[in-house]
Nanobody, 116 residues
Framework: QVQLVESGGGLAQAGGSLRLSCAAS????????MGWYRQAPGKQRDMVAT???????NYADSVKGRFTISRDSAKNTVYLQMNSLKPEDTAVYYC??????????WGQGTQVTVSS
């Protein structure tokens, strides 16, 4: 079972930036895709951004133009650069990996809080 460890969450002001990191216990190219989801209190967990093995990316409409997903294969790490943060970005952010047909591996989550 792959292990995913997130880091980089914290407190930011509206308009500020944070970068999340997700370190995988194995090669990130062993997965069909990796991504970031988030869950705000009382809400469902939603997709934020994904990146396939071939480098194709996909973003939620709410973060397009503000967030960027990237990866470093040498470090087996996926990143989420978050710019122009808004209070509505406040959530627990989860790293996830898809080794089959669905995202079936999850990290423990990292809290992101954006103050207005």
């Amino acid at each position: 079972q792959v292990q995913l460890v997130e880091s980089g969450g914290g407190l930011a002001q509206a308009g500020g930036s944070l970068r999340l990191s997700c370190a995988a216990s194995g090669s990130i190219f062993s997965f069909n895709a990796m991504g970031w989801y988030r869950q705000a209190p009382g809400k469902q967990r939603d997709m934020v951004a994904t990146i396939t093995r071939f480098g194709s990316t996909n973003y939620a409409d709410s973060v397009k133009g503000r967030f960027t997903i990237s990866r470093d294969s040498a470090k087996n790490t996926v990143y989420l650069q978050m710019n122009s943060l808004k209070p509505e970005d406040t959530a627990v952010y989860y790293c996830t990996a898809n080794s089959g047909a669905v995202f079936d591996s999850w990290g423990q989550g990292t809290q992101v809080t954006v103050s207005s």
